[in-house]
């Protein structure tokens, strides 16, 4: 049986693809903790998940090996150079390959579709941190009468696009001055690079949005568990204990996006929804949908950790490159050992600004 957390506002339910594991929540945590990074971890922990270990592994043990136009080369990688440094992952093709990939797996997780909030024919949208624009650019050709905007630090987005999308460089920590307000507003695989206040950044997205308006977060939270402690004393566990402390260290935090909800509460929104799932971080799992998203999943982690890992280690941490790369042999080695029974979690949030 699978348990799930969700508003009965939630909209649609997921039809087709790859069906997700549902996570079932216990008692909400006491949000006003002093040790937020410490308690987020814990609330991931206080959720239960259905995902049944395959032990018959088989032969199936299969791996994949001065403008804004300027970009930043750093350890044969590139980075945006508007507001350089402010987002750990780089942007060169490598990585907005893998961005799309992400995407795809996004789809499957969602049954096929973009967005789980009730959302009807919206007339302004706003992508946050749009990346390669994909998203924008696949609502905008499921919504024509949508007029689609994405923003982000790094102008990596096609020249050629729907009519009705468009693209801007900008930073969400900015002040917000958008001529129109939106009817919806979506965000994904952003929250741990916000700066501001996150009181402010759903502050500003209520001012930001019609009555009736929605906003939506989707966010994958960067910590590693396992269903049988197969996890503990990893090299993957060392990793991900490391990589928090680090993201925390430069002022944002890395599991925030557990508390989505509240900040939606907090600003005014109503109606909100949430879904959690969990992801196996590669084939482990039992069931034919289990292991197809989890190998896809683990195709995405080894293409995205050497970007954010050498950002992290070396610029905050301390580590040498040559240390972080000899250090990622034995970490990806685990990602892709099917022994270790390990999962992330994914969060959907969403909420209506009162009419």
Not at 191 to 205: E, S
Not at 226 to 255: H, P
Not at 266 to 288: D, H, S, Y
Request: hydrophobic letters at 35%; one cysteine or more; glycine letters at 8%.
């Amino acid at each position: 049986m699978t348990g799930e957390s969700e508003s009965a506002n939630q909209g649609a339910q997921p039809s087709c693809g790859v069906a997700p594991v549902l996570i079932t929540p216990q008692p909400e945590p006491d949000v006003e903790q002093e040790d937020h990074e410490k308690k987020s971890m814990t609330d991931i922990s206080h959720y239960s998940v259905d995902l049944s270990v395959d032990h018959d592994h088989g032969d199936d043990e299969s791996t994949y090996s001065g403008s804004v136009y300027e970009f930043v080369e750093e350890n044969g990688r590139t980075f945006h150079k508007y507001k350089a440094g402010k987002y750990f992952l780089p942007n060169d093709e490598k990585e907005q390959t893998r961005l799309d990939f992400q995407h795809n797996i996004s789809k499957i997780l969602l049954g096929g579709k973009l967005w789980l909030a009730p959302v009807e024919n919206p007339k302004r949208v706003l992508d946050l941190g749009t990346g390669t624009g994909i998203w924008a650019i696949e609502f905008a050709e499921q919504h024509p009468n949508s007029e689609v905007l994405g923003t982000d630090l790094s102008p990596i987005q096609p020249a050629y696009v729907p009519p009705n999308c468009r693209f801007e460089i900008d930073d969400v920590d900015d002040h917000w001055v958008f001529a129109h307000k939106f009817d919806y507003i979506h965000g994904r695989y952003l929250l741990p690079f916000i700066k501001k206040n996150w009181d402010v950044l759903f502050k500003d997205i209520y001012d930001n949005l019609n009555p009736g308006g929605w906003v939506e977060f989707q966010e994958t939270i960067p910590y590693f568990q396992s269903v049988d402690n197969s996890i503990e004393g990893t090299a993957l566990q060392r990793w991900n204990t490391l990589l928090l402390e680090g993201i925390q260290k430069t002022g944002r935090s890395a599991t925030e996006a557990l508390r989505c909800r509240n900040y939606l509460a907090n600003a005014g929104f109503t109606n909100i929804g949430e879904k959690k799932l969990a992801v196996p971080m590669n084939a482990w799992a039992k069931g034919k949908d289990q292991k197809a998203i989890g190998q896809m999943q683990m195709v995405n982690n080894l293409e995205g950790i050497d970007g954010i890992t050498v950002t992290v280690f070396t610029k905050v941490l301390g580590w040498t490159k040559e240390d972080v790369e000899k250090f990622l042999v034995d970490v990806k080695r685990d990602l892709k050992n099917k022994r270790i029974h390990g999962y992330l979690t994914v969060i959907l949030v969403w909420g209506q600004k009162p009419l």
